[in-house]
């Protein structure tokens, strides 16, 4: 009993995010995560001013700190109430955890106004899930973006967060998500960014190494269910997972690529600069409309896979701690 007990948070919570998604009108544990980098990332400008990198240190584990042991001290004071309290607000923080549904929909408004024709607006709704400039992208660049967007936070957004919610619970979660949202506001290798956020950047690469690896693989098999080309998703996976500055980001780009039979990545424009970037995968076909749903179908049959995975790993620690 204590097993299915212990499950019960991970697979309500992802059942919740399939069904209602991230509520914009509340208050996201995401966006003050994010309130409190900003904050904080005033404070350091301020007071290490000469010394950017020691306090891009202290933000870093400052955030970390706040982002883990508030959870962790809310899920101990609930399960100690009972078991009823503590699941439900560990479901709650699993649900919210889980970008699955918000990253879906927010790339199937880009597809829906390039049905619509409508290019102007799908250059807004791919200008709210990417970080490149998107004014200077056509039609096939928006959906490369949609696509890839797709594909990289299928780890980001949604496997990897599962996978740590299976070894350390929400509390664990919490302190991914909060290394995430650092390297998404100040992981950038840029003059504003590179000595304040090189911490983040660097342990946000550390984290996400092993997930990573673990969504690719996990993908190429969902390919595999899905009738998408595993073969061709394991070839370029083999070939292209390096292509990236990132040592983790090319990881799950290129099995999508390699599955789709289409090439992503390519020179993008950042904060009005031209990055050449290598491509990623073959121009098999072009890309069109449809593959954003197919990556978005590639994106929930990695998820329900990782969501099983992540079941058999908490099953493991409550055995472990419990016997």
């Known amino acids: 009993m204590k097993y299915i007990i212990g499950l019960i948070p991970i697979a309500a919570g992802f059942l919740l995010d399939a069904a209602i998604g991230d509520p ?4 996201h544990p995401i966006r003050l995560i994010g309130t409190l980098i900003a904050k904080l990332e005033k404070f350091v400008r301020i007071h290490f001013s000469k010394h950017l990198r020691t306090g891009g240190v ?16 809310i899920l101990l004071l609930c399960y100690r109430i009972n ?34 024709s409508d290019t102007e607006g799908a250059r807004k709704a791919v ?12 039609r096939k660049g928006i959906i490369k973006a949609a696509v890839e967007t797709v594909a990289e936070n299928t780890s980001d957004g949604v496997t990897a967060p599962l996978l740590y919610i299976g070894a350390g619970g929400a509390s664990a979660g919490f302190l991914y998500k909060a290394v995430n949202t650092m390297d998404s506001m100040i992981g950038y290798k840029n003059e504003k960014y590179g000595e304040i956020g090189y911490f ?15 969504t690719a693989l996990i993908m190429i098999f969902s390919a595999r269910i899905l009738s998408y080309d595993s073969k061709s998703a ?41 990055h050449k970037k290598e491509y990623i995968g073959d121009p098999v076909r072009e890309v069109e409309n449809e593959d954003i749903k197919r ?19 908490r099953a493991v620690m409550i055995w472990g701690i419990f016997g």
Not at 86 to 115: H, N, P, R, W
Not at 200 to 214: E, F, Q, T
Request: net charge positive; proline share 3%.
């Open 24 to 27: 914009y009108s509340l208050p």
């Open 58 to 73: 202290f933000l870093s584990l400052t955030v970390l700190f706040a982002s883990t042991v508030v959870p962790l001290g």
């Open 83 to 116: 078991i009823f309290a503590g699941i439900i607000a560990e479901t709650i923080m699993v649900f919210y955890l889980i970008a699955a549904k918000c990253l879906k929909d927010e790339s199937m408004k880009v597809y829906s106004a390039i049905q619509n």
């Open 127 to 138: 200008s709210m899930i990417v970080g490149r400039d998107t004014d200077v992208l056509d």
């Open 200 to 214: 983040s950047a660097k342990l946000d690469d550390v984290l996400n190494y092993i997930p990573s690896r673990l």
């Open 234 to 274: 394991y070839r370029i996976w083999k070939r292209d997972r390096r292509k990236h500055a990132s040592p983790n980001s090319a990881q799950t780009e290129s099995v999508c690529a390699g599955a789709l039979g289409i090439q992503l990545a390519g020179d993008a424009y950042y904060f009005g600069k031209l």
């Open 295 to 313: 990556a978005n179908k590639l994106m929930y049959t990695s998820a329900i896979i990782t969501l099983l995975i992540a079941c058999g790993i």
